[in-house]
């Protein structure tokens, strides 16, 4: 079966815009990820850019079971994964802020393993709207009409979007890893640390107006 028994071409490429521009964007995800591979080394994030792709794909099973649909449609349910969400970013941001010196393998840093991992992805509301979006626009509907092969489309769509979270996270932990070594001079981590904590703290108020 090919994708395009599946989607027409102007669904599919449409697809991968959104997903591209959805998951590359500045975000929770990517912000944690630059910071672990800046602070912790590269082999510390790969833990966080694999949980972030398997976060994404329950979210979107959560929103094909119908789960998507309070939390669009249910203003306390939406407003509190904001806030929680806003709340985490924040203490991971002060957490940053204690960080001054350069070290491989440190628990006491950000200590964002797998499983951590995959659970923010629940409290972070740009997922949630992607995969509501998603819903809307790709599986329930094929341009503009009821689909006729939503389970097909919901399979489909799960695997291009663990695509895209893997891909861009892994590209800002690279980006991370390559200012890594320039970082460790002089007061140049303490800097991108406290900027890297404003962005986070900048993303965790941004999340609130979503």
Same mark, same amino acid.
């Given at each position: ?103 491989? &393998?440190?628990? #006491?840093? =950000? ?7 995959? /659970? +923010?992805?629940? *409290?972070? %509301? ?63 981590? &303490?800097?991108? #640390?406290? =900027? ?7 993303? /965790? +108020?941004?999340? *609130?107006? %979503?």
């Amino acid at each position: 079966m090919s994708i395009l028994s599946i989607f027409s071409l102007n669904e599919f490429i449409a697809l991968i815009f959104f997903c591209a521009a959805m998951s590359f964007s500045p975000g929770p995800n990517t912000m944690l990820t630059t910071a672990i591979a800046t602070n912790e080394g590269f082999k510390r994030t790969i833990p966080f850019a694999l949980a972030v792709p398997v976060g994404w794909l329950l979210v979107m099973l959560s929103c094909g079971f119908g789960i998507g649909a309070l939390v669009a449609e249910i203003p306390a349910i939406r407003l509190a994964i904001k806030i929680l969400g806003c709340v985490y970013l924040i203490w991971l941001a002060l957490k940053l802020c204690k960080s001054r010196k350069l070290q491989e &393998v440190n628990p #006491n840093r =950000l200590n964002m393993n797998f499983i951590k991992g995959v /659970a +923010i992805q629940f *409290l972070n %509301i740009k997922v949630w709207l992607l995969a509501i979006t998603i819903m809307g626009s790709w599986i329930i509907y094929a341009e503009g009409e009821p689909s006729t092969n939503p389970d097909q489309r919901l399979m489909l769509v799960c695997a291009v979007v663990m695509f895209f979270a893997f891909i861009s996270n892994m590209s800002y932990a690279i980006a991370g890893a390559l200012f890594k070594s320039w970082l460790g001079t002089g007061k140049r981590l &303490v800097v991108f #640390n406290y =900027l890297l904590a404003g962005l986070l703290i900048a993303t /965790a +108020i941004w999340t *609130l107006t %979503i």
